[in-house]
Protein backbone atom coordinates (compact mmCIF):
# COMPACT_ATOMS: atom_id res chain seq x y z
CA UNK A 1 0.00 0.00 0.00
CA UNK A 2 1.28 3.42 -1.00
CA UNK A 3 -0.90 6.29 0.43
CA UNK A 4 -0.07 9.97 1.00
CA UNK A 5 1.70 9.29 4.18
CA UNK A 6 1.82 5.85 5.36
CA UNK A 7 5.21 4.31 5.40
CA UNK A 8 5.68 3.39 9.09
CA UNK A 9 2.24 1.06 8.93
CA UNK A 10 3.19 -0.23 5.25
CA UNK A 11 6.77 -1.16 6.76
CA UNK A 12 5.02 -3.46 9.29
CA UNK A 13 1.93 -3.94 7.37
CA UNK A 14 -0.45 -3.13 9.82
CA UNK A 15 -3.64 -3.15 7.83
CA UNK A 16 -2.22 -6.36 6.14
CA UNK A 17 -4.41 -6.64 3.38
CA UNK A 18 -7.11 -4.92 4.15
CA UNK A 19 -7.10 -0.92 2.82
CA UNK A 20 -7.66 1.75 5.80
CA UNK A 21 -10.07 3.71 3.50
CA UNK A 22 -12.12 0.73 3.11
CA UNK A 23 -12.20 0.19 6.69
CA UNK A 24 -13.68 3.74 7.05
CA UNK A 25 -15.73 3.18 4.42
CA UNK A 26 -17.11 0.15 5.92
CA UNK A 27 -17.13 0.81 9.98
CA UNK A 28 -17.33 4.02 9.67
CA UNK A 29 -15.24 7.13 11.25
CA UNK A 30 -13.91 7.60 13.82
CA UNK A 31 -12.20 3.96 14.31
CA UNK A 32 -10.33 2.47 16.50
CA UNK A 33 -8.40 -0.19 14.10
CA UNK A 34 -6.25 -2.58 16.26
CA UNK A 35 -3.72 -5.48 14.81
CA UNK A 36 -4.08 -8.59 16.73
CA UNK A 37 -0.34 -9.92 15.11
CA UNK A 38 1.25 -6.64 16.95
CA UNK A 39 -0.47 -7.17 20.17
CA UNK A 40 0.75 -10.81 20.56
CA UNK A 41 4.51 -9.64 19.72
CA UNK A 42 4.25 -7.08 22.67
CA UNK A 43 3.08 -10.01 24.58
CA UNK A 44 5.58 -11.80 24.20
CA UNK A 45 8.19 -9.71 24.36
CA UNK A 46 7.49 -8.96 28.05
CA UNK A 47 6.64 -12.30 29.43
CA UNK A 48 10.12 -13.04 28.13
CA UNK A 49 11.48 -10.21 29.38
CA UNK A 50 13.07 -11.80 32.53
CA UNK A 51 14.88 -15.31 33.00
CA UNK A 52 14.18 -15.80 36.90
CA UNK A 53 11.89 -18.40 37.77
CA UNK A 54 8.33 -17.13 39.31
CA UNK A 55 8.43 -13.90 36.78
CA UNK A 56 5.10 -13.21 35.15
CA UNK A 57 3.50 -10.18 33.32
CA UNK A 58 0.29 -8.65 34.88
CA UNK A 59 -1.12 -6.48 31.98
CA UNK A 60 -2.52 -3.58 33.82
CA UNK A 61 -6.63 -3.54 32.26
CA UNK A 62 -7.01 -0.10 32.77
CA UNK A 63 -4.78 1.01 29.44
CA UNK A 64 -7.31 -1.19 26.91
CA UNK A 65 -10.58 -3.00 28.79
CA UNK A 66 -11.85 -4.64 25.40
CA UNK A 67 -12.61 -8.13 26.10
CA UNK A 68 -11.45 -9.38 22.88
CA UNK A 69 -8.21 -7.81 23.33
CA UNK A 70 -8.55 -9.14 27.09
CA UNK A 71 -8.77 -12.59 25.64
CA UNK A 72 -5.73 -12.31 23.18
CA UNK A 73 -3.72 -11.24 26.34
CA UNK A 74 -4.94 -14.19 27.75
CA UNK A 75 -3.96 -16.42 25.77
CA UNK A 76 -0.56 -15.35 25.76
CA UNK A 77 -0.44 -16.58 29.47
CA UNK A 78 -0.61 -13.11 30.95
CA UNK A 79 -2.55 -12.81 34.16
CA UNK A 80 -4.49 -8.81 34.64
CA UNK A 81 -5.44 -6.60 37.19
CA UNK A 82 -8.63 -4.73 38.30
CA UNK A 83 -9.07 -1.51 39.20
CA UNK A 84 -13.18 -0.97 39.04
CA UNK A 85 -15.96 -3.27 39.41
CA UNK A 86 -16.12 -2.53 35.43
CA UNK A 87 -12.44 -3.98 34.82
CA UNK A 88 -13.23 -7.36 37.06
CA UNK A 89 -16.34 -7.70 34.70
CA UNK A 90 -14.06 -7.14 31.69
CA UNK A 91 -11.48 -9.71 32.96
CA UNK A 92 -14.21 -12.21 33.66
CA UNK A 93 -16.05 -11.82 30.34
CA UNK A 94 -12.84 -12.19 28.56
CA UNK A 95 -12.41 -15.82 30.31
CA UNK A 96 -9.99 -15.10 32.89
CA UNK A 97 -10.19 -17.06 36.46
CA UNK A 98 -10.21 -15.26 39.60
CA UNK A 99 -7.04 -16.27 40.81
CA UNK A 100 -5.96 -14.83 37.95
CA UNK A 101 -7.02 -11.36 38.46
CA UNK A 102 -5.34 -8.79 41.00
CA UNK A 103 -7.43 -6.04 42.70
CA UNK A 104 -5.04 -3.10 42.85
CA UNK A 105 -7.19 -0.50 44.60
CA UNK A 106 -7.25 3.53 44.84
CA UNK A 107 -9.64 5.36 47.60
CA UNK A 108 -12.60 2.25 46.72
CA UNK A 109 -15.96 2.74 48.85
CA UNK A 110 -16.88 -0.25 50.89
CA UNK A 111 -19.07 -1.52 48.83
CA UNK A 112 -16.42 -2.16 46.25
CA UNK A 113 -13.77 -3.31 48.74
CA UNK A 114 -16.87 -5.80 49.26
CA UNK A 115 -17.11 -7.02 46.02
CA UNK A 116 -13.31 -7.87 45.36
CA UNK A 117 -13.32 -9.82 48.81
CA UNK A 118 -16.58 -12.04 47.39
CA UNK A 119 -14.65 -12.66 44.07
CA UNK A 120 -12.17 -14.23 46.39
CA UNK A 121 -9.12 -11.64 44.82
CA UNK A 122 -6.19 -10.67 45.72
CA UNK A 123 -6.49 -6.99 46.78
CA UNK A 124 -3.97 -4.37 47.10
CA UNK A 125 -4.44 -1.79 49.41
CA UNK A 126 -2.86 1.99 48.71
CA UNK A 127 -3.42 3.79 52.81
CA UNK A 128 -3.91 2.62 55.97
CA UNK A 129 -7.38 3.14 55.98
CA UNK A 130 -8.33 1.02 53.35
CA UNK A 131 -6.32 -1.70 54.97
CA UNK A 132 -8.15 -0.59 58.10
CA UNK A 133 -10.85 -1.18 56.14
CA UNK A 134 -10.37 -4.27 54.39
CA UNK A 135 -9.09 -6.08 57.70
CA UNK A 136 -12.27 -5.15 59.37
CA UNK A 137 -14.47 -6.95 56.05
CA UNK A 138 -12.24 -10.07 56.13
CA UNK A 139 -10.38 -10.87 59.52
CA UNK A 140 -7.83 -13.34 59.24
CA UNK A 141 -7.31 -12.69 55.36
CA UNK A 142 -4.49 -12.54 52.64
CA UNK A 143 -3.68 -9.18 51.44
CA UNK A 144 -1.34 -6.65 49.63
CA UNK A 145 0.01 -3.37 49.98
CA UNK A 146 1.42 -1.12 47.47
CA UNK A 147 4.52 0.96 48.76
CA UNK A 148 5.69 4.61 47.56
CA UNK A 149 9.07 3.64 47.36
CA UNK A 150 9.71 7.57 46.70
CA UNK A 151 11.19 7.49 43.27
CA UNK A 152 8.62 8.42 40.40
CA UNK A 153 8.94 8.90 36.47
CA UNK A 154 6.82 9.30 33.74
CA UNK A 155 6.45 11.69 30.59
CA UNK A 156 3.91 14.24 32.46
CA UNK A 157 3.47 15.36 35.95
CA UNK A 158 0.25 13.65 35.75
CA UNK A 159 1.42 9.98 35.63
CA UNK A 160 4.34 10.13 38.01
CA UNK A 161 2.63 8.25 40.76
CA UNK A 162 5.79 7.76 43.52
CA UNK A 163 7.52 10.29 45.29
CA UNK A 164 5.52 12.86 47.68
CA UNK A 165 3.71 14.56 45.76
CA UNK A 166 1.71 11.73 44.56
CA UNK A 167 -1.67 10.33 46.11
CA UNK A 168 -0.41 7.06 45.68
CA UNK A 169 1.14 4.56 47.95
CA UNK A 170 1.89 4.02 51.92
CA UNK A 171 5.03 5.54 52.95
CA UNK A 172 7.86 3.49 54.30
CA UNK A 173 7.94 5.18 57.54
CA UNK A 174 4.25 3.86 58.18
CA UNK A 175 5.22 0.33 57.62
CA UNK A 176 4.95 -0.15 61.75
CA UNK A 177 1.07 1.04 61.12
CA UNK A 178 0.56 -1.39 58.76
CA UNK A 179 2.18 -3.84 61.19
CA UNK A 180 -0.08 -2.86 63.96
CA UNK A 181 -2.97 -3.00 60.88
CA UNK A 182 -2.43 -6.88 60.39
CA UNK A 183 -2.12 -7.31 63.73
CA UNK A 184 -5.52 -6.07 65.20
CA UNK A 185 -6.98 -7.84 62.18
CA UNK A 186 -4.80 -10.92 61.85
CA UNK A 187 -3.95 -10.90 58.20
CA UNK A 188 -1.48 -12.30 56.45
CA UNK A 189 0.71 -9.72 54.33
CA UNK A 190 0.52 -11.94 50.72
CA UNK A 191 2.24 -9.18 48.49
CA UNK A 192 3.96 -6.28 48.06
CA UNK A 193 3.41 -3.86 44.52
CA UNK A 194 4.51 -0.46 43.62
CA UNK A 195 4.28 2.02 40.13
CA UNK A 196 6.55 4.51 39.81
CA UNK A 197 5.06 6.33 36.66
CA UNK A 198 4.04 6.13 33.15
CA UNK A 199 5.84 5.91 29.93
CA UNK A 200 9.37 5.94 31.22
CA UNK A 201 12.09 5.17 28.10
CA UNK A 202 15.07 4.20 30.22
CA UNK A 203 15.47 1.17 31.76
CA UNK A 204 18.03 2.22 34.60
CA UNK A 205 15.06 4.11 37.12
CA UNK A 206 12.75 1.44 37.03
CA UNK A 207 15.50 -1.02 38.21
CA UNK A 208 16.55 1.13 40.70
CA UNK A 209 13.06 1.46 41.95
CA UNK A 210 12.89 -2.46 41.93
CA UNK A 211 15.67 -2.36 44.09
CA UNK A 212 14.50 0.16 46.61
CA UNK A 213 11.16 -2.29 46.86
CA UNK A 214 13.14 -5.48 47.63
CA UNK A 215 15.29 -3.11 50.12
CA UNK A 216 12.31 -2.12 52.30
CA UNK A 217 10.78 -5.90 52.05
CA UNK A 218 14.23 -6.76 53.36
CA UNK A 219 13.60 -4.15 55.86
CA UNK A 220 10.28 -5.53 57.27
CA UNK A 221 10.25 -7.59 60.64
CA UNK A 222 10.11 -11.02 59.68
CA UNK A 223 6.38 -11.16 61.31
CA UNK A 224 5.27 -9.23 57.57
CA UNK A 225 7.90 -10.76 55.39
CA UNK A 226 7.49 -14.07 55.73
CA UNK A 227 4.35 -15.17 53.70
CA UNK A 228 4.90 -12.68 51.05
CA UNK A 229 4.59 -14.52 47.67
CA UNK A 230 3.90 -11.67 45.29
CA UNK A 231 6.39 -8.72 44.79
CA UNK A 232 4.32 -6.51 41.45
CA UNK A 233 7.24 -3.78 40.76
CA UNK A 234 4.45 -2.16 38.53
CA UNK A 235 4.60 -1.08 34.83
CA UNK A 236 5.11 2.29 33.07
CA UNK A 237 7.07 0.74 30.15
CA UNK A 238 7.14 3.55 27.22
CA UNK A 239 7.15 3.40 23.78
CA UNK A 240 8.42 5.55 20.96
CA UNK A 241 5.39 7.52 19.56
CA UNK A 242 7.60 9.94 17.55
CA UNK A 243 7.87 6.71 14.96
CA UNK A 244 8.34 9.13 12.21
CA UNK A 245 11.94 10.52 13.78
CA UNK A 246 13.19 7.52 14.33
CA UNK A 247 12.69 7.43 18.57
CA UNK A 248 15.04 4.85 20.23
CA UNK A 249 12.88 1.53 21.62
CA UNK A 250 12.98 1.07 25.19
CA UNK A 251 15.86 -1.46 25.46
CA UNK A 252 14.51 -3.98 26.80
CA UNK A 253 17.74 -6.37 26.69
CA UNK A 254 19.14 -3.87 29.22
CA UNK A 255 16.30 -3.92 31.28
CA UNK A 256 15.97 -7.68 31.39
CA UNK A 257 19.45 -8.02 32.10
CA UNK A 258 19.07 -5.88 34.94
CA UNK A 259 16.33 -7.87 36.13
CA UNK A 260 17.61 -10.84 36.48
CA UNK A 261 21.00 -9.44 37.74
CA UNK A 262 18.89 -7.99 41.21
CA UNK A 263 16.58 -10.66 41.28
CA UNK A 264 18.91 -13.86 41.17
CA UNK A 265 21.17 -12.39 43.38
CA UNK A 266 17.71 -11.39 46.03
CA UNK A 267 16.53 -14.78 45.75
CA UNK A 268 19.41 -16.28 46.72
CA UNK A 269 20.07 -14.20 49.47
CA UNK A 270 16.31 -14.75 50.91
CA UNK A 271 15.32 -18.18 49.57
CA UNK A 272 12.50 -16.35 47.92
CA UNK A 273 9.93 -18.72 46.18
CA UNK A 274 7.20 -17.10 45.20
CA UNK A 275 6.09 -14.30 41.95
CA UNK A 276 7.48 -11.82 40.63
CA UNK A 277 5.48 -9.73 38.62
CA UNK A 278 5.95 -6.41 36.33
CA UNK A 279 2.45 -4.42 35.43
CA UNK A 280 2.38 -2.80 32.27
CA UNK A 281 -0.46 -1.50 30.61
CA UNK A 282 0.81 0.95 27.68
CA UNK A 283 4.07 -1.58 26.13
CA UNK A 284 1.09 -4.53 25.34
CA UNK A 285 -1.67 -2.41 23.87
CA UNK A 286 -0.11 1.39 22.52
CA UNK A 287 1.16 0.30 19.40
CA UNK A 288 -1.57 -2.33 18.42
CA UNK A 289 -3.88 0.15 17.43
CA UNK A 290 -4.20 3.32 14.86
CA UNK A 291 -7.31 5.14 15.28
CA UNK A 292 -8.99 6.23 11.72
CA UNK A 293 -10.49 9.76 11.53
CA UNK A 294 -12.10 11.69 8.32
CA UNK A 295 -10.66 15.30 6.97
CA UNK A 296 -14.04 17.09 7.16
CA UNK A 297 -13.11 20.96 6.69
CA UNK A 298 -10.02 22.64 5.59
CA UNK A 299 -9.27 26.05 6.29
CA UNK A 300 -6.72 29.07 7.08
CA UNK A 301 -7.32 31.21 10.22
CA UNK A 302 -4.57 34.03 9.96
CA UNK A 303 -1.46 32.55 8.83
CA UNK A 304 -2.33 28.85 10.16
CA UNK A 305 -3.65 26.09 8.20
CA UNK A 306 -6.17 23.55 10.20
CA UNK A 307 -7.54 20.33 9.23
CA UNK A 308 -10.98 19.69 11.14
CA UNK A 309 -11.56 16.06 11.45
CA UNK A 310 -13.95 14.25 12.99
CA UNK A 311 -11.65 13.13 15.99
CA UNK A 312 -12.50 15.03 18.93
CA UNK A 313 -10.78 15.04 22.02
CA UNK A 314 -14.29 13.08 23.58
CA UNK A 315 -12.46 9.99 20.94
CA UNK A 316 -8.60 10.46 21.95
CA UNK A 317 -7.94 12.58 25.25
CA UNK A 318 -4.46 12.21 25.61
CA UNK A 319 -3.58 15.13 23.89
CA UNK A 320 -5.76 17.81 25.19
CA UNK A 321 -4.55 16.02 28.94
CA UNK A 322 -0.98 15.25 28.95
CA UNK A 323 0.14 17.29 25.57
CA UNK A 324 0.96 14.09 24.21
CA UNK A 325 2.18 13.83 20.82
CA UNK A 326 0.69 10.79 18.23
CA UNK A 327 2.22 10.44 15.00
CA UNK A 328 -0.06 11.19 11.62
CA UNK A 329 -0.81 9.21 8.81
CA UNK A 330 -2.64 10.38 5.72
CA UNK A 331 -4.45 7.83 3.75
CA UNK A 332 -5.70 9.89 0.93
CA UNK A 333 -7.55 8.79 -2.90
CA UNK A 334 -5.44 10.32 -4.78
CA UNK A 335 -2.37 7.92 -3.40
CA UNK A 336 0.18 8.55 -6.18
CA UNK A 337 -0.12 12.11 -6.40
CA UNK A 338 2.91 14.74 -4.82
CA UNK A 339 1.32 16.85 -2.26
CA UNK A 340 3.73 19.36 -0.46
CA UNK A 341 3.86 19.41 2.90
CA UNK A 342 2.66 22.61 4.85
CA UNK A 343 2.23 23.42 8.51
CA UNK A 344 -0.78 22.24 9.65
CA UNK A 345 -3.06 22.53 13.05
CA UNK A 346 -5.14 18.72 13.30
CA UNK A 347 -8.29 19.64 14.91
CA UNK A 348 -11.87 17.60 15.99
CA UNK A 349 -15.32 18.46 16.29
CA UNK A 350 -15.58 19.28 20.13
CA UNK A 351 -16.68 23.08 20.99
CA UNK A 352 -13.77 23.72 23.02
CA UNK A 353 -10.35 25.72 21.54
CA UNK A 354 -8.10 23.23 22.99
CA UNK A 355 -9.80 20.23 20.86
CA UNK A 356 -6.63 20.06 19.31
CA UNK A 357 -4.90 16.34 18.05
CA UNK A 358 -1.69 17.82 16.67
CA UNK A 359 -0.36 21.32 16.40
CA UNK A 360 1.26 22.70 13.73
CA UNK A 361 3.02 19.50 12.14
CA UNK A 362 4.60 19.43 9.04
CA UNK A 363 2.95 16.52 7.03
CA UNK A 364 1.68 16.79 3.65
CA UNK A 365 -1.63 18.97 2.14
CA UNK A 366 -4.57 17.18 3.66
CA UNK A 367 -7.89 17.87 1.81
CA UNK A 368 -11.34 16.94 2.75
CA UNK A 369 -12.42 13.50 2.78
CA UNK A 370 -8.89 12.43 3.60
CA UNK A 371 -8.78 9.63 5.99
CA UNK A 372 -6.13 10.62 8.69
CA UNK A 373 -4.25 7.30 10.83
CA UNK A 374 -3.54 8.62 14.45
CA UNK A 375 -0.72 6.03 15.77
CA UNK A 376 -0.30 4.17 18.99
CA UNK A 377 -3.71 4.54 19.99
CA UNK A 378 -4.49 1.14 21.74
CA UNK A 379 -3.64 2.44 25.31
CA UNK A 380 -5.74 5.18 27.09
CA UNK A 381 -7.50 5.83 23.91
CA UNK A 382 -10.93 3.92 23.98
CA UNK A 383 -10.73 3.48 27.48
CA UNK A 384 -10.71 6.87 28.39
CA UNK A 385 -13.19 8.16 25.38
CA UNK A 386 -16.38 9.47 26.17
CA UNK A 387 -19.82 10.97 24.96
CA UNK A 388 -19.04 14.92 25.77
CA UNK A 389 -21.08 17.29 23.33
CA UNK A 390 -23.41 13.89 23.21
CA UNK A 391 -21.42 11.84 20.20
CA UNK A 392 -21.21 8.28 19.71
CA UNK A 393 -18.43 6.51 21.34
CA UNK A 394 -16.35 5.23 17.93
CA UNK A 395 -16.57 1.51 16.73
CA UNK A 396 -13.36 -0.63 17.56
CA UNK A 397 -12.10 -3.01 14.83
CA UNK A 398 -9.80 -6.24 14.90
CA UNK A 399 -7.48 -7.09 12.51
CA UNK A 400 -7.16 -10.79 13.44
CA UNK A 401 -3.64 -12.84 12.44
CA UNK A 402 -5.09 -14.36 9.58
CA UNK A 403 -5.25 -10.85 7.77
CA UNK A 404 -9.58 -10.35 8.43
CA UNK A 405 -11.33 -7.66 9.97
CA UNK A 406 -13.56 -8.61 12.85
CA UNK A 407 -15.85 -5.66 14.66
CA UNK A 408 -15.60 -5.96 18.57
CA UNK A 409 -17.01 -3.09 19.43
CA UNK A 410 -20.17 -1.34 17.68
CA UNK A 411 -20.32 2.54 17.58
CA UNK A 412 -22.95 3.95 20.07
CA UNK A 413 -26.27 4.66 19.12
CA UNK A 414 -28.51 6.87 20.41
CA UNK A 415 -30.06 4.53 21.99
CA UNK A 416 -27.65 3.91 23.87
CA UNK A 417 -27.24 7.20 24.63
CA UNK A 418 -30.30 6.98 26.23
CA UNK A 419 -30.73 3.86 27.85
CA UNK A 420 -29.84 4.95 31.15
CA UNK A 421 -32.37 7.90 31.37
CA UNK A 422 -35.08 7.58 33.85
CA UNK A 423 -38.39 9.99 32.54
Known amino acids: MTDIRSAYTDSISFFGPL???????????PLYVYNESILRQRCSELKNLCKV????????????SNPALLAIVREEGLVVDAMSPGELHMDLLAGYKEEDILYISNNISAAEMRNAIDHHLVVSVDSLSQLDM?????PGGSVMIRLNPGIGA????????AGKETKFGILPE???AVQSLLEKHHLTLAGVNQHIGSCFMEPDGYIKACSVLLSLIDGMPESMRSHINIIDFGGGFGIPYHK????????????????????FAWKEKTGYTGRFLIEPGRYIVAECSVLLGTVEAVKNNGERRYAGTDLGFNVLQRPVMYGSFHDVEIYGKDKNASRAEMPQTISGNICESGDILAKDRLLPEMHEGDIVGILDAGAYGFSMSSSYNTRFMPAEVLITKDGEARLIRRRQTYEDLTAALVR
Open 154 to 161: GHHKKVIT
Open 134 to 138: YGSFN
Open 19 to 29: EPAALAEQYGT
Open 53 to 64: PGFGVNYSVKAN
Open 244 to 263: YEGEARLDLAALGSGLDEIL
Open 174 to 176: DLP
